[in-house]
């Protein structure tokens, strides 16, 4: 029997399925308070773990549609995420003994400091034909373990930080990033809820539903990515007033509501 839990939780999936596609990030920041707020997750913990799965599978996913576009700078994003998994694996273990009042706060203002930086002008669009070198690899894996060990600290993918730390390792485009950046968000995800899976904090039937849902959203995010990408800083701006708006909600809901 379908519940309007199953409803919302599939509904859900969509909306970050298409955040996801469209600006690399986005996925747990939005999956997370969706779980808890929404679909009526009540354990914080669980609500992370089966975020971190869900995004992780969409975002594979969703990588999928970039590839197809030619959005993927290969090599950099293997490195980033091979560097990155070994930051989540240490991360989400600080992270499950964190209390949850500590963590959604935390991560909120984490958010807004990326947001701001997002927004900060930059003097051209990328270099299109960025790859991996000497100068670029050790960049890509000191951010990579730092975005990864935030990821698993937080539950997240990460996408939120993989897109700029990608950006500010190489100097690759906001569309290259975006594309490149959703394979490591699927590695974070992947360890992140694997460690949580070992811990039985996932809810297998709502993540079920929430990647039903976030396959149909990705789709229409990553053609939409490509039609924006054509505005100059479009997709930051889009970026920042996501990261800003959840922010704002999770912290509302920590600190100020009864």
Known sequence: MVTSA?????????????????VGGGGSILATPALLYVVGIANPHVAIGTSALAVSVNAFANFINHMRRGNV????ALVFAAAGVIGATFGAAIGKQT???????????????????MLRPRP?????D????????????LYGLGAGALSGFFGIGGGFLIVPGLIGATGMTMLQ?????LFSVGAFGAATAA???????????????????????????????????KQRGALQRIFAVVVF??????????LVRP
Do not use: E, K
């Open 99 to 117: 209390n949850p009042d500590v963590l959604l706060p935390l991560f909120a203002v984490l958010m807004i400091v990326v947001g701001i930086a």
């Open 177 to 181: 990033a975006i594309g490149s950046s």
């Open 130 to 141: 960025v790859a991996l070198n000497a100068q670029n690899a050790p960049r890509l894996i």
């Open 124 to 128: 051209h669009d990328g270099d299109g």
């Open 195 to 229: 460690s949580y899976a070992g811990d039985g904090l996932i809810d297998w039937r709502i993540a079920l539903l929430f990647i039903s849902g976030g396959v149909i959203g990705g789709a229409i995010g990553a053609s939409l990515a490509t039609h924006l990408s």
């Open 245 to 254: 708006a959840v922010a704002g909600y999770i912290l509302w809901r920590s």
């Open 6 to 22: 199953d409803l919302l939780a599939f509904l859900c999936g969509s909306a970050v399925g298409l955040v996801l596609a469209l």
């Open 73 to 76: 700078r290969w090599r950099c």
